[in-house]
């Protein structure tokens, strides 16, 4: 079945530290996102990719990377997490227009 | 700045009801519009309406996209407790082919 993955579902970490959030799509999706969400507020885009080796930032301010050396995986680096980080990271893969959303991250910076 | 608004922001109604969620878009170079539904985590796609099918149907759901006034609505009839969620409006369009534009959301809550 085809599906997108995101683990961890939870996390919760200390200031500073170092975090991979993990992205993963089994439709063969050419592109992909990470959105940021915080609670009852939009969606913010913060990372996208359109194919393998390429990867743009979006709207918002981020400090977090990004990289795609393979099509299904799309992870997302904090090299320094903070309390400011503390959300919902949602990642997303599309072919066309509509885009497949995986279950989210819920990230809490203590 | 390309934004997409929606309202209320918020609704409560009873179960059985008929609910109406607008969407209204300043957005350049506009493809088509989204609607999502949004429970506890990842939204999940409704409709997806452009300039050749400016109106959905799906069940009790449907919506319609007016391109002259900008804006979409979401209608849904004969509502049940399982509606109660956030919905979302996105639209494709502004400065890249890839990225879509997305509201705040209607959070939607029928009581029994």
């Known amino acids: 079945e085809a599906d997108i993955y995101q683990t961890p579902r939870y996390l919760v970490i200390g200031t500073g530290k170092k975090i991979t959030l993990e992205c993963s799509q089994t439709m063969g999706h050419d592109k992909m996102y990470w959105y940021q969400q915080d609670p009852g507020m939009e969606l913010h885009l913060i990372h996208y990719s359109y194919g393998v080796n390429s990867t743009e930032k979006g709207d918002l301010s981020s400090e977090s990377t990004v990289s795609r050396i393979r099509t299904e995986h799309f992870p997302l680096t904090l090299e320094s997490a903070r309390p400011s980080h503390t959300s919902q990271y949602l990642c997303a893969s599309s072919e066309g227009s509509e885009q497949y959303f995986g279950p989210g991250t819920r990230l809490t910076v203590t | 700045e390309d934004k997409v608004v929606q309202s209320p922001l918020s609704l409560v109604v009873h179960e059985g009801d008929t609910v109406t969620l607008n969407c209204s878009y300043e957005?350049?170079?506009?493809?088509?519009l989204l609607w999502y539904k949004q429970e506890k985590k990842a939204p999940t796609f409704l409709f997806m309406l452009?300039?050749s099918g400016i109106e959905k149907k799906s069940g009790r759901l449907s919506s319609i996209l007016d391109k002259k006034e900008l804006s979409s609505i979401l209608n849904i009839t004969a509502t049940q407790t399982g509606d109660s969620a956030i919905y979302l409006c996105?639209?494709?369009?502004?400065?890249?082919?890839?990225?879509?534009?997305w509201g705040a959301g209607t959070k939607l809550i029928i009581k029994p």
């Open positions: 996105a639209v494709y369009g502004g400065r890249s082919n890839y990225q879509l534009i």
């Open positions: 452009t300039s």
């Open positions: 957005v350049t170079n506009f493809r088509s």
